[in-house]
Every structure is written in structure tokens, then in C-alpha cells.
Nanobody, 124 residues
Framework: QVQLVESGGGLVQAGDSLRLSCAAS????????MGWFRQAPGKERDFVAV????????AASDSVKGRFTISRDNAKNTVFLQMNNLKPEDTAVYYC?????????????????WGQGTQVTVSS
């Protein structure tokens, strides 16, 4: 089992920045690729960004590319999502997730463990 706890969400204005953190415990953190997803009310859970086990490779959705950056600190069992130039359409609950799939998985079904989510609200 891997337990994931997100933090860092909040209410910000358009153009502001936020940094989300996800602390992992349980099994060896570096054995998992880590992803961020988001879900707005009434919508499906969408892929945001992913980072490989070593942190050597990342991928992001087109909607956040150039604004959001995913990183990880395997010594601290933590993955981060730096979000810059936030827009109202970024408003959602953000979830971190751990995947045993190699590479940069983007599908919800490829992830084994999920956090409880943290709310990000961007006002215009």
C-alpha cells in the first residue's frame, strides 16, 4: 500500500501561482511513477502531469504545458506540482497518484494509488 496526502491548494486570482505537494508513505516511493490529475465539478478526472520513477522524464497535458511543472524528491518521498499563471479553467480538485506502470502513464486506470485531493480555485 502507498498512502498519498496532497497539500497546497487554495483560492487564488488569475495569474497567480501555487505549489502543490504530495507526501507518500508506505512502499518504496521511487518504485512508482507519480502523476497529477484534476477533476472539475461534473467532469471526468483528467491527466495533468506525470514524472517517471527517477524523475528523469516528465510529460504534461497540452492545457498546462508551459505553465505547470512536475518534480519529485525521492529522498523526501514527495512529488510537487508548480502551477504558474493560473487561469479560472484550472479550478478543480487536484489529485496525486502513484503508478507501477513504466514510462509516463496518462490514464486513470494505470494508477494504483490515489490521494484524497486538494481544492484549487482560481478567480477571474
Amino acid at each position: 500500500q502507498v498512502q498519498l496526502v496532497e497539500s497546497g491548494g487554495g483560492l487564488v486570482q488569475a495569474g497567480d501561482s501555487l505549489r502543490l505537494s504530495c507526501a507518500a508513505s508506505g512502499r518504496t516511493f521511487s518504485n512508482y511513477g507519480m502523476g497529477w490529475f484534476r477533476q472539475a465539478p461534473g467532469k471526468e478526472r483528467d491527466f495533468v502531469a506525470v514524472i517517471t520513477r527517477s524523475g528523469g522524464s516528465t510529460a504534461a497535458s497540452d492545457s498546462v504545458k508551459g505553465r505547470f511543472t512536475i518534480s519529485r524528491d525521492n529522498a523526501k518521498n514527495t512529488v510537487f506540482l508548480q502551477m504558474n499563471n493560473l487561469k479560472p479553467e484550472d479550478t478543480a480538485v487536484y489529485y496525486c497518484a502513484a503508478s507501477s506502470v513504466y514510462g509516463t502513464p496518462r490514464r486513470v486506470l494505470e494508477y494504483n494509488y490515489w490521494g484524497q485531493g486538494t481544492q484549487v480555485t482560481v478567480s477571474s
